[in-house]
């Protein structure tokens, strides 16, 4: 069983309240039931988030969608991103790398050190020990240092047009109530800066 810090039931919390965007900011008691439930089944808040966000990516594109929204309407998604991780794991480090890589835009898609990066990325991610291991920890900080490196790269590509999407991120962060400088608004804007990052190149960060 997991047990949720406090930092990660306002992460959630604060991330609900972005995406929802007018519609449902607050968490009900039946959401509270529903978080209760993923934490009994281990999951970990990372794959709750990353399947908040593609839950809302699926129903912004939808022409009528619902009008209610609740925790338990991400119950799939959740289900689907614990399915994602435990399959990269057994995949091991012969994962097809340049399958992924195809779609990413130019110029980005065009850089060498940007291609390695990703590639040491994604072979990390597949060759991700059990939580059990002893080595478990030091792999994630090893994996999340590439992912860094690579959306550092990813970044620098924008050039001039990072400073628009820092603006739009922040305005949007600022309208969902979150305090500049807190634990929760440094957590939620790594968060979508890499997604926004990520989304300008086409660039695949699963659980981003």
């Given amino acids: 069983m997991t047990t949720y810090t406090r930092e990660e039931k306002d992460w959630l919390e604060r991330e609900w309240a972005f995406r929802a965007?007018?519609?449902?900011?607050?968490?009900?008691?039946?959401?509270y039931?529903?978080?209760?439930?993923?934490?009994t089944d281990g999951v970990p808040m990372d794959l709750v988030v990353s399947a908040l966000n593609a839950f809302f990516d699926r129903r912004d594109k939808r022409e009528k969608p619902?009008?209610?929204?609740?925790?338990?309407?991400?119950?799939r998604d959740v289900a689907k991103a614990v399915k994602l991780r435990e399959a990269l794991v057994r995949a091991g480090p012969a994962l097809d790398t340049n399958k992924?890589?195809?779609?990413?835009k130019a110029p980005l898609h065009d850089d060498p050190a940007a291609k390695a990066a990703f590639e040491v990325w994604q072979r990390l991610r597949a060759a991700t020990p059990s939580p059990e291991s002893a080595g478990y920890l030091a792999h994630h900080d090893r994996e999340r240092e590439a992912r860094t490196a690579l959306l550092a790269l990813a970044e620098a590509a924008l050039g001039p047009a990072a400073e628009s999407l820092r603006t739009d991120?922040?305005?949007?962060?600022?309208?969902?109530?979150?305090?500049?400088?807190?634990?929760?608004?440094?957590?939620?804007?790594?968060?979508h800066w890499a997604r926004l990052v990520a989304s300008a190149w086409a660039l695949p960060l699963e659980g981003a």
């Avoid at 965007?21 to 959401?31: C, E, I, K, P, Q």
């Avoid at 039931?33 to 934490?39: A, F, H, M, S």
């Avoid at 992924?100 to 990413?104: F, I, M, N, S, T």
């Fill in 21 to 31: 965007w007018g519609r449902a900011g607050l968490l009900s008691t039946d959401d």
């Fill in 33 to 39: 039931r529903q978080v209760l439930v993923w934490e």
């Fill in 66 to 75: 619902r009008t209610f929204v609740a925790l338990k309407h991400l119950d």
């Fill in 100 to 104: 992924d890589w195809k779609g990413v």
């Fill in 169 to 191: 991120l922040r305005q949007r962060l600022e309208a969902s109530d979150m305090k500049e400088g807190s634990l929760v608004w440094r957590r939620a804007w790594t968060h």
